[in-house]
């Protein structure tokens, strides 16, 4: 008897509410077309790989994007500039970013990922291991440990692959500078180079001639397309031997206005250009985005 009750107050409700039900049928499948729609226009006008030279004012920090969403940052910047830059590239529900790379644990470079690691969950974090004195460091290391985050040190040159074919080389370090402290902390930096599709972006973070020159003698570098030059411009960094070999298209100089370190250094600005380097800096240009499509360059 339940039964049939409970089946006849179904179907008069159905009765009396059937044009609200088709209504709100109809609204949900259409919410869901637009959803899914704009799911697949989104990936369609993305390109096959996007890197943005953030604008963090003095300091560094690259986000790289690829088609498949693998988010790869390359250092965080000064204080309180990273996370508006990574809200400009990342949806509001996105909080997790696959890899970060710390190149070296200068305040410009990891101060700005303590507020990443505050803010978003990490895939993994690579960085050389070496020993830093500073507060900013310690923070850093701490905050990795206590969120038992993996950690990759580069104690050997090691590639990291991603979507469709594209490659992030790390091709220095060459030794284990875990647990060390240097004199120069800059003759640990990650250098990476990203192939793709045929085009290749060198990131020099601070090295500096003594890296430069190792790297050219031991024939680590060649003809790039794009050099992150190292060292925000400085006159330490982007040698002419070191352009000779590397014959940059394009040279994106990571700096803030009116810095106090004079970066970047007018020397440098002549070599570029005696070299054939279009030059890019984040400290007139803001940030910088370029795109890979179909082979293809494209600077925004
Ligand atoms: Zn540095």
Same mark, same amino acid.
């Given at each position: 008897m339940s039964w049939n009750f409970s089946q006849s107050s179904i179907y008069k409700f159905y009765k009396i509410h059937q044009r609200k039900i088709f209504g709100g049928a109809a609204f949900l499948l259409l919410a869901l077309f637009f959803l899914v729609g704009y799911r697949v226009f989104d990936y369609v006008q993305k390109p096959d790989l996007e890197v943005s030279f953030f604008d963090v004012w003095q300091g560094d920090s690259i986000f790289v994007e690829s088609k498949d969403g693998t988010q790869i940052l390359i250092d965080g910047g000064p204080p309180n500039r990273i996370l508006p830059n990574l809200g400009s590239r990342m949806s509001f529900f996105d909080r997790f970013i696959d890899v970060v790379v710390?190149? $070296?644990?200068h305040a410009d470079h990891v101060s700005g990922l303590i507020e990443v690691l505050g803010r978003y969950n990490i895939g993994m974090i690579i960085e050389s291991g070496v020993d830093y004195h500073t507060a900013e460091a310690k923070i850093f290391e701490s905050l990795v440990a206590e969120k038992k985050l993996k950690k990759v040190t580069v104690d050997h040159p090691i590639n990291l692959n991603f979507a469709n074919g594209a490659v992030l080389k790390f091709? *220095?370090?060459?030794e284990s500078f875990v647990g060390m402290t240097l004199k !120069?902390? $800059?003759?640990s930096a990650l250098v990476g180079e990203l192939d793709f599709e045929d085009k290749k972006i060198l990131f020099m973070s601070d090295a500096e001639k003594n890296l430069e020159k190792r790297l050219v003698e031991e024939g680590r570098v060649g003809d790039v397309d794009v050099l992150k030059t190292g060292h925000h411009g400085s006159k330490t960094s982007s040698n002419d031997f070191f352009l000779r070999v590397t014959k940059p298209e394009y040279a994106i100089i990571s700096s803030g206005a /009116? !810095? /106090? *370190?004079? $970066?970047?250094a007018q020397e440098v600005l002549s070599r570029l250009a005696s070299a054939g380097a279009q030059i890019f800096r984040t400290d007139l240009d803001g940030t910088i985005t370029l795109e890979i499509r179909n082979g293809s360059l494209i600077w925004k």
């Amino acid at each position: 008897m339940s039964w049939n009750f409970s089946q006849s107050s179904i179907y008069k409700f159905y009765k009396i509410h059937q044009r609200k039900i088709f209504g709100g049928a109809a609204f949900l499948l259409l919410a869901l077309f637009f959803l899914v729609g704009y799911r697949v226009f989104d990936y369609v006008q993305k390109p096959d790989l996007e890197v943005s030279f953030f604008d963090v004012w003095q300091g560094d920090s690259i986000f790289v994007e690829s088609k498949d969403g693998t988010q790869i940052l390359i250092d965080g910047g000064p204080p309180n500039r990273i996370l508006p830059n990574l809200g400009s590239r990342m949806s509001f529900f996105d909080r997790f970013i696959d890899v970060v790379v710390l190149t $070296h644990p200068h305040a410009d470079h990891v101060s700005g990922l303590i507020e990443v690691l505050g803010r978003y969950n990490i895939g993994m974090i690579i960085e050389s291991g070496v020993d830093y004195h500073t507060a900013e460091a310690k923070i850093f290391e701490s905050l990795v440990a206590e969120k038992k985050l993996k950690k990759v040190t580069v104690d050997h040159p090691i590639n990291l692959n991603f979507a469709n074919g594209a490659v992030l080389k790390f091709i *220095y370090p060459e030794e284990s500078f875990v647990g060390m402290t240097l004199k !120069n902390v $800059h003759d640990s930096a990650l250098v990476g180079e990203l192939d793709f599709e045929d085009k290749k972006i060198l990131f020099m973070s601070d090295a500096e001639k003594n890296l430069e020159k190792r790297l050219v003698e031991e024939g680590r570098v060649g003809d790039v397309d794009v050099l992150k030059t190292g060292h925000h411009g400085s006159k330490t960094s982007s040698n002419d031997f070191f352009l000779r070999v590397t014959k940059p298209e394009y040279a994106i100089i990571s700096s803030g206005a /009116r !810095n /106090r *370190y004079g $970066h970047p250094a007018q020397e440098v600005l002549s070599r570029l250009a005696s070299a054939g380097a279009q030059i890019f800096r984040t400290d007139l240009d803001g940030t910088i985005t370029l795109e890979i499509r179909n082979g293809s360059l494209i600077w925004k």
